[in-house]
Nanobody
Framework: QLQLVESGGGLVQPGGSLRLSCAASGFTLDHYAIGWFRQAPGKEREGVSCISRSGWTIYRDSVKGRFTTSRDNAKNTVYLQMNSPKAEDAAIYHC??????????????????WGQGTQVTVSS
């Protein structure tokens, strides 16, 4: 059974840093494109970043230069390093896996398996 579990969320000050983890069980992460998505109250879910099977990454414009996605194959885990977070980055962050995507996408449709999410709060 495919399972994704996010962790690492919490309260972070603006300008601080936080690292989210997405641990997989039941499948090997590097066979999938892995996306990070977020959803704030009253807003639609939006794509934040993606790492492809080959390790290629893409980001939404608002987080470029601040967030970094990486993968540790030995730990079967994908990370989202959040540097200099802003108030507008506060949301529940989910990771998701897409088997049928050869590259990367920030749209939700191709993603088959989703984690439950981890809350990120940005406040001083």
């Amino acid at each position: 059974q495919l399972q994704l579990v996010e962790s690492g969320g919490g309260l972070v000050q603006p300008g601080g840093s936080l690292r989210l983890s997405c641990a997989a069980s039941g499948f090997t992460l590097d066979h999938y494109a892995i996306g990070w998505f977020r959803q704030a109250p009253g807003k639609e879910r939006e794509g934040v970043s993606c790492i492809s099977r080959s390790g290629w990454t893409i980001y939404r414009d608002s987080v470029k230069g601040r967030f970094t996605t990486s993968r540790d194959n030995a730990k079967n885990t994908v990370y989202l390093q959040m540097n200099s977070p802003k108030a507008e980055d506060a949301a529940i962050y989910h990771c998701a896996a897409a088997l049928k995507v050869t590259g990367c996408t920030l749209t939700t449709t191709p993603y088959d398996s989703w984690g439950q999410g981890t809350q990120v709060t940005v406040s001083s």
